[in-house]
């Protein structure tokens, strides 16, 4: 049998492109394949109402947990309630909403050995083949991206109580600092149920599993929640890009259609990359035939736009991460959530202004302006080549 699309593995992205793909496309024959026995791994996937459209919102919306009307953020010195909509999705919600609908397009538990833009390989021998595969594998490592990491562990905990929250906290920073910016994320579930997760903006994660874990705790009893038991876990390492060579990131592909994080699609200082999945998503099913030279240069044109359009937050990445102490690296973002509402949600969404972008570096810097201008040209830093084994290339 020939399909017309395999989607190899079954995270975020390519999860979603199966879904749309059934809803608007039933007539294709499209085959997901994910290695563990469920979609969508063990994650928690969030967004700001600003960042999709209003159909967007309609028909991702079988898929959210939960939704609030604001969030709050904090620092040492600035405490914000921001009236912009946030909204959850857990991997548990999308495996219980996608697997049904995809039936028997779904192959879970099987391992993909080999991949090429018309066929796959699984590890029982067996070969598959399509018209077209797209590799959503995730994060594939590469000598053609500068990046810094944001590392994290999460807990979803059950309290002895409730804990009172009315709205999330995307970033609590009145924790202490060390080796980059740190911050916790809350996201209350119910009203005895939090996730609670300690996040880490570093040059290189080292910190231990059981450190991070303790950080939770040492949280939770700092605001006098007395955790009765953790009912899920999650952890990860999503990427900061500060700079990198895009054709070079590109042509490692060599014709291979990509999706989600292996295509770099996902906001280069936050990490989200819920609402670059969307939109593939509805391209993909858009397009009147499947085929993979077709895909593959739709993808990279998406993906091109996508990193051009992110040339000013790679640039920001640069200064929070190059110029100033780490552990003075709160000190941005703090000044950061004191501009304008109508700015902090463009900046989410992917869509600053060209006066956002002037708002945002004027005014006094909250670090050295020297090293300031120093990390901001600096495209290719030569720690990080030697860090990196990276070859000298300027960004494009």
Partial sequence: MTYDLILAGGGLANGLIAWRLKQQRPELRVLCIEEQTHLGGNHTWSFHEGDLTTEQHQWLQPLVVQRWATYDVHFPQRSRRLNSGYASITSER?????????????????????????????????????????????VQATPHMVLGQQAFLGQLLRLQAPHGLTAPIIMDARVAQSEGYRFVYVLPFSADTLLIEDTHYVDQHSFTSDQL???????????????????????????????????????????????????????????????????????????????????????????????????????????LFLAGRPSNRWQVMQRFYGLSEGLISRFYAGRSTLADKLRVLTGKPPVPVNEAVKAAVRYLPKHYQARHHLPKHNEN
Avoid: K
């Fill in 213 to 319: 874990r303790q950080h939770i705790t040492d949280y939770a009893g700092a605001h006098g929640w007395e955790i009765a038991e953790c009912l899920r876990e999650e952890q990860g390492v999503l990427p900061i890009t500060l700079a990198g060579d895009f054709a070079g990131f590109w042509r490692e592909a060599a014709g291979q259609p990509r999706s989600g994080l292996r295509a770099g699609l996902f906001h280069c200082t936050t990490g989200y990359s819920l609402p670059h999945a969307v939109r593939l998503a509805e391209w993909i099913a858009a397009q009147p035939t499947l085929h993979s030279d077709s895909l593959d240069v739709g993808i990279r044109a998406i993906a091109q736009h996508a990193w051009q359009s992110q040339r000013f937050y790679r640039l920001l990445n640069r200064m």
């Fill in 94 to 138: 999308f495996a219980e909403v996608i697997e049904p609908a995809l039936g028997d397009a779904l192959l879970t538990g099987r391992r993909i050995t080999e991949l090429t833009p018309n066929g796959v390989v699984l590890d029982s021998g067996e070969r598959l083949e399509a018209r077209a595969v797209i590799d959503g594998r995730g």
